[in-house]
């Protein structure tokens, strides 16, 4: 069965880099893109950013850009995502989601917890 | 601010119907884009209940049902069952800003 498992809870200072993992299994990992998508305490769904994992291609959601840096290693069958300069307000949980051709995400990691103290 | 606007809250008795509306624009939903929608329990992370518009992943209730018109679509529950109370997200994708969105987000509570 396909299964996203992420990284564990993180607790980061202000200025720092959080790297967070997704590894895969259950599928050939090459055929789909992942995303990248975090969820604020008490707040919504908000996307970051995709990754292909046949080739690398990759688009980040403006809001992002230039603080965040998508990759996947083939050879373990894991994305990764790294958030830089992180503020307090970047406080949330992180999940990864494998994505289908139409853009659903169907299947999703259990979620990673990233803290960042004021 | 999220281009998918949907209501905060929705509620209904059990075994009723109700509805979450997502409402776009003609560079999303009115585009022609697909829309997902996601139901999310507390503490949990996000589940696929519609893809394409309307169309049930296996294992997903056919009390479960999506349609789409226009700049707009919607996600129906019949039956409503105590198991439904969650949150609700719709999502698309937007070509303005070359970017998948997600809805605002509805709490269904089950009365």
Same mark, same amino acid.
């Given at each position: &069965?396909?299964?996203?498992?992420?990284?564990?809870?993180?607790?980061?200072?202000?200025?720092? #880099?959080?790297?967070? #993992?997704?590894?895969?299994?259950?599928?050939?990992?090459?055929?789909?893109?992942? %995303? /990248?998508?975090?969820?604020?305490?008490?707040?919504?769904?908000?996307?970051?950013? /995709?990754? #292909?994992?046949?080739?690398?291609?990759?688009? %980040?959601?403006?809001?992002? &850009?230039?603080?965040?840096?998508?990759?996947? =290693?083939? #050879?373990?069958?894991?994305?990764?995502? =790294?958030?830089?300069?992180?503020? %307090?307000?970047?406080?949330?949980?992180?999940?990864?989601?494998? =994505? =289908?051709?139409?853009?659903?995400?169907?299947?999703? !990691? &259990? !979620?990673?917890?990233?803290?960042?103290?004021? | 601010?999220?281009?998918?606007?949907?209501?905060?809250?929705?509620?209904?008795?059990? +075994?009723?119907?109700?509805?979450?509306?997502?409402?776009?624009?003609?560079?999303?939903?009115?585009?022609?884009?697909?829309?997902?929608?996601?139901?999310?329990?507390?503490?949990?992370?996000?589940?696929?209940?519609?893809?394409?518009?309307?169309?049930?992943?296996?294992?997903?209730?056919?009390?479960?049902?999506?349609?789409?018109?226009?700049?707009?679509?919607?996600?129906?529950?019949?039956?409503?069952?105590?198991?439904?109370?969650?949150?609700?997200?719709?999502?698309?994708?937007?070509?303005?800003?070359?970017?998948?969105?997600? +809805?605002?987000?509805?709490?269904?509570?089950?009365?």
């Amino acid at each position: &069965q396909v299964q996203l498992v992420q990284s564990g809870a993180e607790v980061k200072k202000p200025g720092a #880099s959080v790297k967070v #993992s997704c590894k895969a299994s259950g599928y050939t990992f090459t055929i789909y893109g992942i %995303s /990248w998508v975090r969820q604020a305490p008490g707040q919504g769904l908000e996307w970051m950013g /995709w990754i #292909s994992a046949h080739n690398g291609n990759r688009k %980040s959601a403006q809001k992002f &850009q230039g603080r965040v840096t998508m990759t996947t =290693e083939t #050879s373990t069958r894991t994305a990764y995502m =790294e958030l830089r300069s992180l503020r %307090s307000d970047d406080t949330a949980v992180y999940y990864c989601a494998r =994505e =289908e051709v139409d853009t659903a995400m169907v299947y999703w !990691g &259990q !979620g990673t917890l990233v803290t960042v103290p004021a | 601010q999220s281009v998918l606007t949907q209501p905060p809250s929705v509620s209904g008795a059990p +075994g009723q119907r109700v509805t979450i509306s997502c409402t776009g624009s003609s560079s999303n939903i009115g585009a022609g884009y697909d829309v997902h929608w996601y139901q999310q329990l507390p503490g949990t992370a996000p589940k696929v209940l519609i893809y394409g518009n309307n169309n049930r992943p296996s294992g997903v209730p056919d009390r479960f049902s999506g349609s789409k018109s226009g700049t707009s679509a919607s996600l129906a529950i019949t039956g409503l069952q105590a198991e439904d109370e969650a949150d609700y997200y719709c999502q698309s994708y937007d070509s303005s800003l070359s970017e998948r969105v997600f +809805g605002t987000g509805t709490k269904v509570t089950v009365l």
